[in-house]
T-cell receptor, first 112, second 113 residues
């Protein structure tokens, strides 16, 4: 059965800290890995990673994929209270159904 | 505003009842996906439509059904509701038949009493 596992389930940090969120996967027909940020309601797209070892960066957020070890990390440096959210990892799998499989998410709370 | 519109935002109903959730995809997107998010689980894929045709099916119960209309809006029908159906139901859209970067709506929160 395809699965995407995120850790930790939740974490609380202070503003200015750096955090690393983990996502491991065991899926068939892997194509890409995506990160989403979910604040109040709708998840918003952050990154899509297809190639191993190439870091994607957007401001204080960065992410990298390891296709050999089947995991990805999302780093957030100099955290701000606005980074508080649930971060969702999803794998895009090809094949007949071509589906997106989500992990349960990591809840990040950044305290002032 | 993501461009994906879902109605209603929140609905409360009793067990055994039936509800319809509606979704208008982002302009130009042909694919519509439905996901269920409950407290103890992540986003669970229910079903996908592409240009009016069912494209992929996930963990959708037989009590649930969906369709996509010629104007590309989609409806998710939930019947014989149970307490466990209480969840946030998301619609997402993309411009392709295959799953890729999805744009999500704000969700419809269903509470079954």
């Amino acid at each position: 059965e395809d699965k995407v596992v995120q850790s930790p389930l939740s974490l609380v940090v202070h503003e200015g800290d750096t955090v690393t969120l983990n996502c491991s996967y065991e899926v068939t027909n892997f194509r890409s890995l995506l990160w989403y940020k979910q604040e109040k309601k709708a998840p918003t797209f952050l990154f899509m990673l297809t190639s191993s070892g190439i870091e994607k960066k957007s401001g204080r957020l960065s992410s990298i994929l390891d296709k050999k070890e089947l995991f990805s990390i999302l780093n957030i440096t100099a955290t701000q209270t606005g980074d508080s959210a649930v971060y969702l990892c999803a794998t895009l799998c090809g094949g007949a159904t071509n589906k997106l499989i989500f992990g349960t998410g990591t809840l990040l709370a950044v305290q002032p | 505003d993501s461009g994906v519109t879902q109605t209603p935002k929140h609905l409360i109903t009793a067990t055994g009842q039936r509800v319809t959730l509606r979704c208008s995809p982002r302009s130009g997107d042909l694919s519509v996906y439905w996901y269920q998010q409950s407290l103890d689980q992540g986003l669970q894929f229910l079903i996908q439509y592409y240009n009016g045709e069912e494209r992929a099916k996930g963990n959708i119960l037989e009590r649930f059904s969906a369709q996509q209309f010629p104007d590309l809006h989609s409806e998710l029908n939930l019947s014989s509701l149970e307490l466990g159906d209480s969840a946030l139901y998301f619609c997402a859209s993309s411009d392709r038949a295959g799953a890729n970067v999805l744009t999500f709506g704000a969700g419809s929160r269903l509470t079954v009493l």
